[in-house]
């Protein structure tokens, strides 16, 4: 079992950064890649930035290319998601979620197996 837990959420104006980290610990080493889902009030939760720790590659969502990056300690298991440029739309509930490796499409929810209770970003002035 792998249990994860996010940190780093809260209220920006718009325009402004956060920084939320998410931390893995049990069965760490099955873990093949992790991603951040957001999830606003009343809307389907949506893919937002991932990473696999094989290939090292990144995977982001329109919306957020360019304003958005991933980064992360492979060892530990450890993923990071700096957001700059902060709009009103991104005020969502974010998620944090671990897939194994072979899962299909990093894009994807049902391809992840584990996810953290979730963290609030409220953008707003």
């Known amino acids: 079992q792998v249990q994860l837990v996010e940190s780093g959420g809260g209220l920006v104006q718009p325009g402004g950064s956060l920084r939320l980290s998410c931390a893995a610990s049990g069965s760490i080493f099955s873990i093949g890649g992790m991603g951040w889902f957001r999830q606003a009030p009343g809307e389907e939760r949506e893919f937002v930035a991932a990473?696999?720790?094989?290939?090292?590659?990144?995977y982001y969502a329109d919306d957020v290319k360019g304003r958005f990056s991933i980064s992360g300690d492979s060892a530990k298991r450890m993923v990071s998601l700096q957001m700059n440029s902060l709009k009103p739309e991104d005020t969502a509930d974010y998620y944090c979620?671990?897939?194994?490796?072979?899962?299909?499409?990093?894009?994807?929810?049902?391809?992840?197996?584990?996810w953290g209770q979730g963290t609030q970003v409220t953008v707003s002035s």
């Open positions: 990473i696999s720790w094989g290939s090292g590659s990144t």
């Open positions: 979620a671990a897939r194994e490796p072979g899962r299909g499409s990093y894009y994807r929810r049902n391809g992840y197996g584990y």
